[in-house]
């Protein structure tokens, strides 16, 4: 029996008494679905339902304890009591209705102080778990085994929360130092390839759309597996780091190989990336038109912009010109860039042209149509 020094004690009756020891080694988090503070989070367990969770945390940072650390309370289903007795101690929170908003500052820190005294008096190691029996810190939806089918809780702001300032936090005031990368998996990450919407994504696949999924899963707070990155090849740490997110999502198993799955990708970027298009006669129209009008002129900008960013890359053009005008410097890159290509003469004019554009584009991801 453990009771938390920083919590009001508000035993649970005959919870507390009847059900079995657990040795905790995880920690979920929780959000309740209403603004309660811990008694009457205390009183709904009491009088409304059999299942209870030790914790339960006020939008003002109030604690509540119900139940014991070293006794089963029931909130994660498998998680709650496994057949080697080890067990999962459950922290209910105050939140709207619908479990979307993110926790208050003071819930935060509550959470970062509870979760310090766990970790120092059961050992409780201050990570996120890496499976549903893997010790460590985690949040009701992570895995499957945690809910009886599935369950949105604790939503998408607090799972954000939780990966940012929580679970470093604990590591912080824990240890002292900065919280350790997420150690690699026992398998080696799947190497598979998948086209969504025209574009490659998964080992070994290359280009924008690698890069924009990278930064937005660094942005999500899943970029913990980058040494390098991100960029536009995509390695086995993109695999790793996309799997985390999808776990994060509440999928598990095939669904969690860190290969994207289109559902996944349109909720990580908001949209489906598509095949960037360029047109030969819109580029040629704006090298013949720009370079002649006032400073800055734009013919298809977003068409040339794409070509600009591609010559940036190809180490001809410098990122300050990308700016959707085909202007004298950027024909002159081009111009660079067909002579690179063993051109020549009225050949390396820095026109475009159907077989050079074809080769940036193939080089730097995108199609040319006529
Ligand atoms: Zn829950």
Request: charged share 20%; with cysteine.
């Amino acid at each position: 029996m453990a009771w938390y020094p920083g919590a009001e004690k508000l035993e649970l009756q005959p919870e507390s008494d009847d059900q079995p020891a657990i040795v905790p080694t995880q920690v979920i988090f929780h959000s309740i679905a209403a603004p309660w503070a811990p008694r009457r989070i205390y009183e709904y367990w009491r009088d409304s339902t059999n299942l209870e969770s030790h914790f339960g945390v006020g939008y003002d940072g109030s604690v509540g304890q119900f139940i014991g650390t070293e006794t089963r309370a029931d909130a994660n289903m498998g998680a709650n009591r496994r057949a080697d007795g080890t067990g999962a101690v459950s922290v209910e929170s105050a939140s709207n209705d619908q479990n979307t908003d993110p926790w208050t500052d003071a819930q935060v820190a509550a959470l970062v102080a509870l979760g310090v005294w766990l970790h120092g008096r059961h050992g409780i190691p201050v990570r996120a778990c890496r499976s549903a029996n893997d010790p460590g810190f985690g949040f009701h939806r992570l895995f499957p085994e945690w809910s009886d089918g599935g369950t949105s809780c604790p939503g998408d702001a607090r799972v954000r929360q939780f990966y940012d300032i929580v679970l470093p936090g604990i590591a912080a005031a824990a240890g002292g130092g900065p919280l350790p990368p997420p150690p690699r998996s026992d398998t080696a990450p799947v190497r598979r390839r998948v086209t969504i919407n025209g574009l490659e994504y998964g080992y070994g696949a290359h280009g924008p759309q690698v890069r924009e999924v990278g930064e937005a899963l660094v942005a999500a707070g899943h970029g913990a597996h980058y040494t390098t990155g991100p960029d536009e090849d995509w390695r086995d740490a993109d695999t790793l780091n996309y799997q985390e997110y999808q776990r994060s999502l509440g999928y598990s198993g095939s669904d969690a190989d860190g290969v994207p799955g289109e559902q996944s990708l349109r909720r990580l970027l908001g949209r489906l990336p598509s095949p960037r298009r360029v047109s030969l006669a819109h580029v040629v129209a704006a090298a013949r038109t720009d370079p002649g009008a006032e400073q800055g002129h734009q013919t298809y900008g977003g068409e040339v912009r794409i070509v600009e960013q591609a010559l940036v890359d190809e180490g001809f053009l410098e990122q300050r010109w990308v700016d959707g005008s085909l202007g004298s410097t950027t024909v002159q890159a081009y111009a660079a860039f067909q002579r690179s290509l063993g051109y020549a003469g009225s050949d390396a004019n820095g026109i475009p042209g159907q077989r050079s554009l074809r080769e940036l584009g193939q080089r730097r991801g995108f199609d040319v149509t006529d």
